[in-house]
T-cell receptor
């Protein structure tokens, strides 16, 4: 079983749509959780951290369920510029600083 | 000013050659990393250094040797390159090793071994 699993998609949605991505992780000792965004042929960049209480940043909402070892990202009112690969990232457990990435979910927003 | 920079951006070389990739960060961070992104787009950590000390060595072949001359630099030397080494290599840095620290990635070095 992969340490971090995501539905690779691709998700193709029209502008203005709401889209949700899910992620599960296998290590119950994981400490911190993130969503990173990677544009085509670019480096990953932090989109947002994920907390058990849930957190929101504009059109983006992230949620963590530690009991189910499940992370989600909701994007409302999708924009063309949201087209990218969204990476679910987990850290903690045995090695400090080791980010474990999911394989990424590809999102394409079309006009 | 680029926060995390890597050189070269592209590297095309023959099997069996030895090559180096350089990474520099101007963020004043203590911790630096090397990641490999393969053709299936999976990003995996290779090494991390904290204050020039090796912290993570993630079962990477010993043909790969990281070197950290100071906190701001982490270079990657690869001996006897193989076809399977073709990938994008990303350098990253963070303030420290704490779990919640954000890692900032460089633009990547695209390595193609022929």
């Amino acid at each position: 079983r992969k340490e971090v699993e995501q539905d690779p998609g691709p998700f193709n949605v029209p502008e203005g749509a709401t889209v949700a991505f899910n992620c599960t992780y296998s290590n119950s000792a994981s400490q911190s959780f993130f969503w990173y965004r990677q544009d085509c042929r670019k480096e990953p960049k932090l989109l947002m951290s994920v907390y058990s209480s849930g957190n929101e940043d504009g059109r983006f909402t992230a949620q963590l369920n530690r009991a189910s070892q499940y992370i989600s990202l909701l994007i409302r009112d999708s924009k063309l510029s949201d087209s990218a690969t969204y990476l679910c990232v987990v850290t903690g457990g045995t090695s400090y600083g080791k980010l474990t990435f999911g394989q990424g979910t590809i999102l394409t927003v079309h006009p | 000013d680029t926060a995390v920079s890597q050189t070269p951006k592209y590297l095309v070389t023959q099997m069996g050659n030895d090559k180096s990739i350089k990474c520099e960060q101007n963020l004043g961070h203590d911790t630096m990393y090397w990641y490999k992104q393969d053709s299936k787009k999976f990003l995996k950590i290779m090494f991390s250094y904290n204050n020039k000390e090796l912290i993570i060595n993630e079962t990477v072949p010993n043909r790969f040797s990281p070197k950290s001359p100071d906190k701001a630099h982490l270079n990657l030397h690869i001996n006897s390159l193989e076809l399977g080494d073709s990938a994008v290599y990303f350098c990253a840095s963070s303030r420290g090793l704490a779990y919640q620290e954000t890692q900032y990635f460089g633009p990547g070095t695209r390595l193609l071994v022929l």
